[in-house]
């Protein structure tokens, strides 16, 4: 099964450590939004003694339609990211997109994040790599579980260990996802601490034409199965209100919702932990 992965004294990945709650909305709308939305959250997992990284994307590089929202870019985006950082005292991630991104990126990121549609770009995970930050992998839609030793290989060989892999749900016919579980197991069987990605594996991908379609109403229940199997971290986008986000609305979890499904998932972390 899966090494362990340590972020800091407080947050380590793998192993029977409680899982980690990787959460924020899926692009920085804008400061305000975001500073909410991060002191919410670092209100609840404080309350609930979960350990948290806040995420949100300074730039939606893949977005169905080339008009939607993309973010504030690299530059306005890390200066929020790092006013998050500095005033909750949380970690945060972001996705990078190009080579050119990675080393500015890492002097505010704690986690890398690779997009699923990037997974196999060599030279992307081999700069993530060399930065020293950890590398958090997303899986592609259109790779097998197993496929993903090519990636943690790379990554070994660009000289790190800090290594996360992230699920986050496979191509199924036209517009469709589905969650096999057993791929939770077979990659954490590669040495490296898996997340669950519980929003956008309830995606339908350009479901709704120029923009891409989801059912959040799936994510309590997916997130609770990924626990059963004893995953390492859970990643969820949340929103205040996710019917008027700008981007993967659809599936993002109501920021008023989440707490109680935390609590679920905690419990069932910590039975199957116990053991």
Known sequence: MSNTVKLNDNIVFGGNNPFVLIAGPCVIENKDLIMETAE???????????????????????????????????????AILQEV??????????DIHETAQVEKAAEVLDILQIPAFLCRQTDLLVAAAKTGRIVNVKKGQFLAPWDMVNVVNKLKESETDKILLTERGSTFGYNNLVV???????????GAPVVFDATH???????????????REFVPYLSKAAAAVGVS????ETHPNPDEAKSDGPNMVKLD???????????IDRVIKKY
């Not at 950082?85 to 972001?94: A, D, G, I, M, R």
């Open 40 to 78: 919410q959250l670092k209100e609840i997992t404080t309350k609930l003694n979960i350990p948290f990284v806040f995420k949100a994307s300074f730039d939606k590089a893949n977005r169905s339609s080339i008009h939607s929202f993309r973010g504030p870019g690299l530059e306005e985006g890390l």
């Open 85 to 94: 950082k500095e005033k909750f005292n949380v970690p945060v991630t972001s």
């Open 257 to 267: 919702e989440l707490e109680e499904v935390l609590k679920q998932v905690q419990e």
């Open 233 to 236: 971290s859970i990643f969820m």
């Open 180 to 190: 096999d579980m057993r791929s939770l197991i077979t990659m954490a069987d590669l």
């Open 201 to 215: 594996s309830v995606q339908i991908p350009g479901g709704n034409g120029t923009t891409t379609g989801g059912k």
